[in-house]
């Protein structure tokens, strides 16, 4: 079960990831976004992405593979606890220098350069979701925050069906 968060009584900070099953035991080396780049990572820059709920973290999956990829491939939920809130630091949407950036689109070289900043000088970061408007992503680099996150779990994940139905004729 979801733990509360600290609004509703919680006392806990955990984040969720959804990977490909290959990738469970490497799910924090950042190495995807370390090759590729992300929305706050340039390629180069070693960054774990994850969300504060696991239906956020479905989510940010789904828009780049879709949900057919989601339901016949493989993939893993991981919960991840950051062990002290204190290392967390929030950007709120007023402190993105341009909303924008917080749109559903590609990421500019002036966000990501914005982030690997943020990644550098934080252990986690938490910023809002532009998959998901209200949601809320954590953003780390796994060499700064060694030691200051446990996994808590990963399960197999199950699509539900109904998100990926037959086609009709």
Same mark, same amino acid.
Request: proline content about 8%; charged content about 15%; hydrophobic content about 45%.
């Given at each position: 079960?979801?733990? =509360?968060?600290?609004?509703?009584?919680?006392?806990?900070?955990?984040?969720?990831?959804?990977?490909?099953?290959?990738?469970? &035991?490497? #799910?924090?080396?950042?190495?995807?976004?370390? *090759?590729?780049?992300?929305? #706050?990572?340039?390629?180069?820059?070693?960054? $774990?992405?994850?969300?504060?709920?696991?239906?956020?973290?479905? $989510?940010?999956?789904?828009?780049?593979?879709?949900?057919?990829?989601?339901?016949?491939?493989?993939?893993?939920?991981?919960?991840?606890?950051?062990?002290?809130?204190?290392?967390?630091?929030?950007?709120?949407?007023?402190?993105?220098?341009?909303?924008?950036?917080?749109?559903?689109?590609?990421?500019?070289?002036? *966000? *990501?350069?914005?982030?690997?900043? =943020?990644?550098?000088?934080?252990?986690? &970061?938490?910023?809002?979701?532009?998959?998901?408007?209200?949601?809320?992503?954590? &953003?780390?680099?796994?060499?700064?925050?060694?030691?200051?996150?446990?996994?808590?779990? *990963?399960?197999?994940?199950?699509?539900?069906?109904?998100?990926?139905?037959?086609?009709?004729?």
């Amino acid at each position: 079960m979801t733990p =509360l968060p600290a609004a509703l009584g919680g006392d806990r900070l955990v984040a969720w990831r959804l990977d490909r099953l290959e990738f469970a &035991v490497t #799910w924090d080396s950042g190495e995807g976004a370390f *090759q590729f780049g992300g929305r #706050w990572n340039s390629a180069g820059v070693r960054a $774990v992405y994850a969300a504060l709920d696991p239906s956020t973290a479905i $989510v940010e999956v789904a828009v780049h593979k879709g949900f057919r990829v989601l339901d016949t491939v493989p993939h893993i939920l991981t919960a991840l606890e950051v062990l002290d809130a204190k290392d967390v630091f929030v950007v709120t949407p007023a402190d993105i220098p341009n909303p924008n950036w917080l749109r559903p689109t590609f990421p500019s070289a002036g *966000q *990501q350069a914005f982030g690997d900043e =943020l990644v550098s000088l934080h252990k986690f &970061v938490v910023l809002p979701s532009a998959v998901s408007t209200h949601s809320w992503n954590l &953003v780390f680099n796994p060499a700064m925050a060694a030691g200051a996150y446990t996994l808590n779990l *990963q399960e197999r994940f199950a699509l539900d069906p109904r998100l990926h139905p037959p086609s009709t004729r």
